[in-house]
């Protein structure tokens, strides 16, 4: 079993960047896929980025694909969301998560596919 904490999160101005960090305690995270989800107020969770479990297979939602880049860190058993070029409907909690079970497409875009989340972070993009 592993717990994730989410950390990063914040007040920032449109146009900034800022760094989101998902740490884990119990387990190694490079024994899951993980991934990053977002929720704004009376939303669904959406999907934005996941990473696999060697690190090499990425995929990212068509909105957020090419100013998100999520990577691993090995060493602090961490996953990061770097998020650049903010804009106002990145306002949203964000939760990463992590997926034990393997599939064999490794795509990891489905809420269904992670069986651990943590508790979320605020991050609120003002202009």
């Known amino acids: 079993q592993v717990q994730l904490v989410e950390s990063g999160g914040g007040l920032v101005q449109a146009g900034n960047s800022l760094r989101l960090s998902c740490a884990a305690s119990g387990r190694d995270l490079s024994s899951y896929a993980v991934g990053w989800f977002r929720q704004a107020p009376g939303e669904e969770r959406l999907f934005v980025a996941s990473i696999s479990k060697s690190g090499i297979n990425v995929n990212y939602a068509d909105s957020v694909k090419g100013r998100f880049a999520i990577a691993r860190d090995s060493a602090e058993n961490t996953v990061s969301l770097q998020i650049n070029s903010l804009e106002f409907e990145d306002t949203a909690v964000y939760y990463c998560?992590?997926?034990?079970?393997?599939?064999?497409?490794?795509?990891?875009?489905?809420?269904?596919?992670?069986?651990?989340w943590g508790q979320g972070t605020q991050v609120t993009v003002s202009s």
């Open positions: 998560a992590a997926a034990s079970t393997i599939y064999p497409d490794q795509t990891y875009r489905v809420r269904s596919r992670y069986t651990y």
